[in-house]
């Protein structure tokens, strides 16, 4: 179990950005990742438990190879959050920490043009389960462009979505064909406006180009429309 848990640590630490946050779901602790393997300790909960899991996680962390920087640590007072607002709490604490992540040449990358952000497939990559079991999920990255001095900006789809709005995540253009998806009311108003000619539920290739679909537009409802030739 230990070598479980230290392996699922270091799965998530190598795939974090730098300045990525990471709060160990029920633990009242919350790290940032800081430089080449170092991830900081930023607030920890005033209870026994986020006391106790404070120390097992630094051994953990330390176990899988990285460190844990704890000289500045925030002691804060436990929230009692539903398990919905507590995820709401964490993504609004990502977005903002994600307003901090910079280009090489300090823009920020929350200015960049994220509509223009392009999807790409990067492989696959086998992941170690909570039962100890393995899996294999396709790699997917964003990658947006600077601006100012044009670097290209590899995102992972997380963290493209902390930076980017909803339009962004629920579009997506292949070669030929634009898709959005669509939620429940708008799919009753579309039928009820008997529109339904131009929606579609997805699989894993566009079915009319077969271009490969980022994982998030398969197996749902989205409209469709052809890009028109300029």
Request: aromatic share 8%.
């Amino acid at each position: 179990m230990g070598n479980t848990a230290q392996y699922e640590i270091k799965n998530i630490l190598e795939r974090m950005r730098e300045q990525g946050l990471w709060q160990p779901s029920g633990l009242g602790l919350s790290y940032v990742k800081e430089g080449d393997k170092t991830v900081k300790l930023i607030s920890q909960e005033n209870t026994s438990k986020s006391v106790d899991a404070r120390v097992r996680m630094k051994i953990l962390v330390e176990r899988a190879g990285w460190k844990v920087d704890d000289s500045f640590c925030e002691i804060i007072e436990a929230t009692h959050f539903s398990p919905e607002e507590q995820q709401m709490d964490e993504i609004t604490q990502r977005r903002k920490l994600a307003q901090s992540w910079k280009c090489s040449c300090g823009t920020r990358l929350s200015s960049f043009p994220l509509r223009d952000g392009v999807w790409k497939k990067d492989g696959q990559r086998e992941i170690v389960m909570a039962n100890g079991e393995t899996e294999i999920r396709e790699e997917w990255s964003v990658v947006v462009t600077c601006s100012v001095c044009d670097i290209q900006v590899p995102l992972d789809a997380y963290a493209y979505s902390l930076l980017a709005d909803n339009e962004c995540m629920f579009s997506y253009k292949t070669s030929k064909m634009i898709y959005t998806i669509v939620d429940k009311p708008n799919i009753i108003q579309t039928i009820d406006n008997k529109l339904s000619e131009s929606m579609i539920i997805l699989g894993s290739l566009c079915p009319f180009y077969g271009d490969l679909l980022p994982p998030h537009f398969r197996g749902v409802v989205c409209l469709y429309s052809a890009i028109k030739e300029e």
